[in-house]
């Protein structure tokens, strides 16, 4: 019998977290990461449930990741496999494209060469916003082009999609791929809280902000983008590759609102210094709006917006200082 | 003073004739070829021209690709880069996805990684309409999406896109990406006419043909696509990424016409033995319509349609048999 769930970068942000629904789900599960970003310390309690498994592993290793996908493919069969390992630093991957090359890119071509030989029916892949590159206020749905990104991290997420999308016609025979926006929640191990949060750590008095503070974006709640994804791969049967927008129903919040919404809640009285410009960083896509009306359409809705999952993501963290 | 044209791929179908092109207009030129797809036999002529340098160079070796393109820069500078090295046999890429992985995307990454510490300002990139995979009647212009190549040629030519496209935003100042149909001409090395060609030669009385000649397509000939891409690089200045569809203003002929026509300039009367199903093989996009809408508003025209284009083509080659 094929049971056997495959996440790869599980010991990750949003891995640990499907990890989590897959043990309330009773599914015998596989964790493949290199702990490069994720870390085992998030996996600590998950790993007492004996339906969970943790194998260290570069999946930019071709042999490597062959052997270990035999391994498991063969004992256990694989039903499913989730791809949530990638870089998830923009800014590391626009100073050496060879991050988002070999984390993100070679990891996804890896697997699915790994794969092919045992017939695995479902591939899940964590896509992102960021292929869509800066297509100024248009609104982003799973069909708009050019698909022109403006990081290397955003290059490597459309690289991956499109070798998904030839697997499937010749081997694979379903998979989703979902492009999610910011997502916050815990354990943070990037992005904007977590920035603010380790530099109020080592400075109680400065808080330095990337970018002007103008810069709009969605967040989502990693509850929220888990129960998406569930939703959409337990009830759509479709063969071939689909393609989902994640988001919340709002077209965002900036970031001095953030800004102000950390501050309050930190009871902190730090001077914040701004950025010149409205991008954070080389390759930030500084506004955008987004549509969730496909997932929408499939009967998911958000139970959060932008400023509810911020605000959320920033109380639980704060135990973490 | 920086007045180096590179080509990649320079002794392949489309290279060859670009250099031709280039020695017309006094270009000092740099072709860099593995010569596992090109010749160096198309290029004896052609290097007769003092302006003309041949290396036999894998790009997708990162060393030998950053040693040769900072020899070039060094000693001459380089004002821009056609890169037409790549896989040409879809099939191949099917069979091992490590084919287009290594000739088609890594000879992109190691290219622009080999060129940014020289600030060089132009890249063209050889693109596809198999980018577009297959969105079935849908007209495919420049914006359309989403984009589900069908290949592992498709998906890593996307890759190469989506690279170039990063690299616009962080160090390159101008990028050029065509999405070329079906070329047709001189010295053919890969395709339809040089399949049927290869065929006959070896059995003159029958003709087995890849699909059941359903199969509807666009084919330019080789002299419009280098006029095509000569008439956009030498005419627009906007920096950043730009992408053109290259093709006639037609909407394609099926392979059963082209069948006929081969058979009738070989004054052949082989038996012709058609595939079962309209796929000639595994990621083959059976029928798409073009539009050249955007290079025609710059001011380009073909000068020939699909079907003249291939007349040609097989005239052309006729005495190569």
Chains 1, 2 share one sequence.
């Not at 056997?4 to 949003?14: L, R, T």
């Not at 694989?78 to 949530?84: A, D, G, K, Q, R």
């Not at 697997?167 to 992005?191: D, M, Q, Y």
Request: proline residues 3%.
């Amino acid at each position: 019998m094929k049971d056997a769930v495959v996440i790869a970068g599980g010991a990750g942000f949003i891995g640990t977290n499907l990890v989590s629904k897959m043990i309330e789900k009773q599914r015998k599960v596989f964790i493949l990461d290199d702990l490069s970003r994720g870390a085992i310390g998030h996996l600590h309690e998950l790993l007492k449930s004996p339906e969970v498994s943790f194998i260290k592993c570069n999946l930019a290793n071709q042999i490597d990741c062959q052997s270990e996908i035999k391994n498991i493919a063969v004992l256990h069969g694989i039903s499913e496999v989730w791809h949530l390992a990638a870089n998830s630093d923009i800014q590391a991957g626009t100073g050496d494209p060879s991050v988002d090359l070999t984390s993100t890119f070679l990891t996804t071509f890896n697997l699915l060469n790994s794969l092919r030989q045992f017939n695995v029916g479902t591939f899940v892949f964590a896509s992102s916003s960021a292929v869509y590159g800066n297509l100024g206020d248009r609104r982003l749905n799973e069909d708009v082009g050019p698909l022109l990104p403006i990081s290397n991290y955003g290059a490597m997420k459309l690289a991956s999609e499109a070798i998904i999308s030839a697997a499937c016609e010749s081997w694979l025979k379903k998979a989703f791929i979902f492009r999610f926006p910011n997502v916050v929640g815990k354990p943070a191990t990037h992005g904007i809280l977590f920035d603010f949060q380790r530099k109020i750590k080592s400075n109680p008095n400065l808080l330095k902000v990337l970018g002007d503070g103008s810069q709009k974006k969605i967040y989502l709640h990693v509850e929220d983008l888990i129960s998406a994804m569930l939703h959409v791969v337990e009830k759509i049967n479709t063969p071939n590759v689909q393609i989902y927008n994640i988001g919340p129903d709002d077209d965002g919040v900036n970031v001095r609102w953030i800004v102000d919404e950390f501050l309050k809640i930190y009871k902190s009285n730090a001077e914040v210094e701004y950025g010149k410009t409205n991008k954070g960083w080389l390759g930030d896509v500084p506004v955008y709006t987004y549509s969730n009306m496909k997932i929408k359409a499939e009967g998911w809705a958000p139970t959060m917006t932008s400023q509810q999952a911020v605000t959320r993501a920033i109380c639980e963290n704060i135990d973490s200082l």
